[in-house]
T-cell receptor, first 114, second 114 residues
């Protein structure tokens, strides 16, 4: 069964605009963590943001925020004021704390246009 | 500098020739993990380790072995590699703290099995 779904294989956004990358998940574990990672064309995996399932407030890290809607099982990443350097693959992931296993989505390729 | 190192970075080998990919972290993290990345599939967890001498299967463990004899090292062993194990491999170590949880990834190992 698929644990993480990213429905947007590719997206374009104009520089300086905001963009939302979608992520939905499936879990029966009440305790879990949600993560977003960035993978530029150079290949490294860069951690962006984390949200725990019991956290009441949406996580924010600089220009990144995670729109956590627990009832809908969605964890969308919002990037404000896009920059050319934001062009990359973005992966959503879930960690089931009772099983200690990570599952990643298939990724969204974001292109920021000047 | 806090980091996860992997060696080799690139490897071309032939079917059936045993190989080991090393992974080392200098952050004293307990949890370490191996992933493979294939186009369109995101990252899939192969094995993880909660601590020394504590390893467990991830989503795609077939054809792989791991060991965790020391906290800092977590090698991935392919006893008899096959072409379907051609992939990009990442090692990661995980930090958990107050209100945060993240993984630090190594630079990746690109493996080709002929």
């Amino acid at each position: 069964a698929q644990k993480i779904t990213q429905t947007q294989p590719g997206m374009f956004v104009q520089e300086k605009e905001a963009v939302t990358l979608d992520c939905t998940y499936d879990t029966s574990d009440p305790s879990y963590g949600l993560f977003w990672y960035k993978q530029p064309s150079s290949g490294e995996m860069i951690f962006l943001i984390y949200q725990g399932s019991y956290d009441q407030q949406n996580a924010t890290e600089g220009r990144y925020s995670l729109n956590f809607q627990k009832a809908r099982k969605s964890a969308n990443l919002v990037i404000s004021a896009s920059q050319l350097g934001d062009s990359a693959m973005y992966f959503c992931a879930i960690l089931h704390y009772n099983f200690n296993k990570f599952y990643f989505g298939s990724g969204t390729k974001l292109n920021v246009k000047p | 500098e806090a980091q996860v190192t992997q060696n080799p970075r690139y490897l071309i080998t032939v079917t059936g020739k045993k190989l080991t990919v090393t992974c080392s972290q200098n952050m004293n993290h307990e949890y370490m993990s191996w992933y493979r990345q294939d186009p369109g599939l995101g990252l899939r967890q192969i094995y993880y380790s909660m601590n020394v001498e504590a390893t467990d299967k991830g989503d795609v463990p077939e054809g792989y072995k791991v060991s965790r004899k020391e906290k800092r090292n977590f090698p991935l062993i392919l006893e008899s590699p096959s072409p379907n194990q051609t992939s990009l491999y990442f090692c990661a170590s995980r930090y958990t703290g107050d209100s945060t949880d993240t993984q630090y990834f190594g630079p990746g190992t690109r493996l080709t099995v002929l």
